[in-house]
Every structure is written in C-alpha cells, then in structure tokens.
C-alpha cells in the first residue's frame, strides 16, 4: 500500500534580515513515519518547522499538510497538528491542571480522558503551579498539550532536554503507540540515539541548508570499524576503512598485547555531515 505524504516541503526560504534562517529546504514525510530532524543547535531546524506551520512568515517556497497548502487551509491544518516547541512559556502562577483544560478549551475539545491518561504516564502533579515546576515537568505539560487532542500529526522541536531517561522512555512509548493508531511524527532533535533507535527516515540540517534526506538504516551503514588496542607497549585507537583481510599483513611482526574490533560510535557516523 503506498503511503500519502503528511508534509510536503518544497524550496522552503527564510531569512532574519541578510542572516539566513532557512534557505531552500526540501523534503517530504510520510503516513506514519516518526521522521528525525536533525542537525546541531543553530542549523535551521527550529526556523523550518515554525515556517512549516506558519507561525512565522517564509520568503519563498511551499508547504503543504495533509495534502493541503499551508496558506490557503491553516487553520484546518493546525486542528490535527500537535506541536511542542523547544521551549514553551506558560502563564506561571496557573496550576498544571488549568493549564492542561485551557488548551483544550482553546482547540473546543474535551480532552480530560486523554489528559488524565497522559499526566499518569508522565507521573505529573497536576495541583502544582507552572512556577513550582523544573524544565523537565515544564517539558511534561508541553507533551500532553500537544498530545491531549490526539492529532494526526505531531511535531516535536527538541522535547526530551530536559526529562530523565525513564520519562524519555515513556514519552517514546507514547510516540509509538499514536503512530500505531494511524498518527505522523516529526521530531526534531540534535541527540543522535534517539533519530537511531526511533526514527525511520531523517533529514540533516547544516547552517540552514539541508545537506541529507535518506533512511536511518542507510545513513548508518558503514564498512568503517573502530580498532583499539596496545601495540608494542602503545595505545592506538582509530577508524579502519580498509580490507579488514588485510588487517593481519598490517599488524604482522607488531607485538599485539590487546585489540578490540568494533563498530564507530554513531556520533562518529553522523559527524560528518556536521563538519565542513
């Protein structure tokens, strides 16, 4: 069965002044992909994804959601999208709870249920003031705002910075499950593991450009190994991409104490695409 696309990006441009944002970014997701955006702090992800929902304006370019363009169709588009910026400000001295309901009062839904289900995964205190709170339960409202109403598409701009690793589990856990349902991601990250152990596809950013879209799988496949060992009484340890066949003729008359044949790090793959 072939898959609609949920986004479709098409020379997407944005500058702030003469300083470029975003500059002619292309790209596409697919029907219940968890789809990784990834790049370091400053790449142009976060500019693509408010551009990509029109909460800021973009010089040139083309977006559609659902199948539908973005400028003609927003606010419909907006209903079935659940989006968590990478830091959300809430009025301080509500408590969690009011917090919670106002978002769904804004959307006109009754979202308790979903809510409730949401706040006892996450282990929230609902009764708690947002002030009373730290960056990571902060994080915690965020999720279930964009989660409560059950949208066909989420997108998440950083939303694990923050959450100890067992809430990183669950929020996965809670990624997966809506996608199971029928429901789209995109996430927005710069922590490798988790485009590796949840993503299928991903797209790269570099200084605002988009410099690579394929499969997790394909991006991660390597002939490369990382070789430690002590070699006549010295520590070497670096990245072979040679015949490992030929290794034994290289090493051959070396006192060889200790050696380790191993995989790169996946920062070591991916780092590439950061550098120059």
């Given at each position: 069965?072939?898959?609609?696309?949920?986004?479709?990006?098409?020379?997407?441009?944005?500058?702030?002044?003469?300083?470029?944002?975003?500059?002619?970014?292309?790209?596409?997701?697919?029907?219940?992909?968890?789809?990784?955006?990834?790049?370091?702090?400053?790449?142009?992800?976060?500019?693509?994804?408010?551009?990509?929902?029109?909460?800021?304006?973009?010089?040139?370019?083309?977006?559609?959601?659902?199948?539908?363009?973005?400028?003609?169709?927003?606010?419909?588009?907006?209903?079935?999208?659940?989006?968590?910026?990478?830091?959300?400000?809430?009025?301080?001295?509500?408590?969690?709870?009011?917090?919670?309901?106002?978002?769904a009062d804004i959307?006109?839904?009754?979202?308790?249920?979903?809510?409730?289900?949401?706040?006892?995964?996450?282990?929230?205190?609902?009764?708690?003031?947002?002030?009373?709170?730290?960056?990571?339960?902060?994080?915690?409202?965020?999720?279930?705002?964009?989660?409560?109403?059950?949208?066909?598409?989420?997108?998440?701009?950083?939303?694990?910075?923050?959450?100890?690793?067992?809430?990183?589990?669950?929020?996965?856990?809670?990624?997966?499950?809506?996608?199971?349902?029928?429901a789209t991601c995109?996430l927005s990250t710069?922590?490798?593991?988790?485009?590796?152990?949840?993503?299928?596809?991903?797209?790269?950013?570099?200084?605002?450009?988009?410099?690579?879209?394929?499969?997790?799988?394909?991006?991660?496949?390597?002939?490369?190994?990382?070789?430690?060992?002590?070699?006549?009484?010295?520590?070497?340890?670096?990245?072979?991409?040679?015949?490992?066949?030929?290794?034994?003729?290289?090493?051959?008359?070396?006192?060889?104490?200790?050696?380790?044949?191993?995989?790169?790090?996946?920062?070591?793959?991916?780092?590439?695409?950061?550098?120059?």
């Open positions: 069965m072939l898959m609609s696309k949920v986004i479709e990006i098409e020379n997407l441009t944005k500058y702030y002044g003469k300083h470029r944002g975003a500059e002619d970014v292309s790209f596409s997701v697919k029907e219940g992909d968890i789809f990784g955006f990834l790049g370091p702090n400053g790449a142009g992800k976060s500019t693509t994804i408010r551009s990509m929902l029109g909460l800021i304006n973009y010089e040139k370019g083309s977006v559609k959601i659902f199948g539908k363009e973005l400028n003609s169709a927003k606010e419909e588009i907006l209903s079935q999208v659940g989006y968590m910026p990478s830091e959300a400000m809430f009025y301080p001295d509500m408590k969690v709870k009011d917090v919670i309901k106002m978002a959307r006109k839904m009754d979202c308790k249920d979903e809510a409730a289900m949401l706040c006892d995964r996450l282990k929230m205190d609902t009764e708690k003031k947002i002030n009373e709170l730290s960056l990571g339960n902060r994080k915690k409202v965020s999720i279930v705002c964009a989660m409560q109403h059950k949208p066909k598409l989420f997108v998440f701009d950083e939303p694990t910075s923050g959450l100890d690793p067992l809430m990183q589990t669950e929020f996965f856990k809670l990624i997966e499950e809506y996608v199971e349902k029928g995109m710069h922590v490798l593991s988790e485009v590796k152990n949840y993503c299928k596809n991903v797209a790269i950013m570099r200084e605002g450009k988009l410099i690579k879209v394929d499969t997790v799988a394909e991006i991660t496949k390597t002939n490369a190994k990382r070789i430690k060992m002590i070699r006549d009484g010295k520590q070497e340890n670096f990245l072979y991409k040679g015949d490992l066949n030929k290794i034994a003729d290289e090493l051959a008359g070396h006192n060889i104490e200790d050696i380790l044949i191993e995989d790169p790090s996946l920062d070591e793959i991916f780092m590439h695409y950061y550098e120059k």
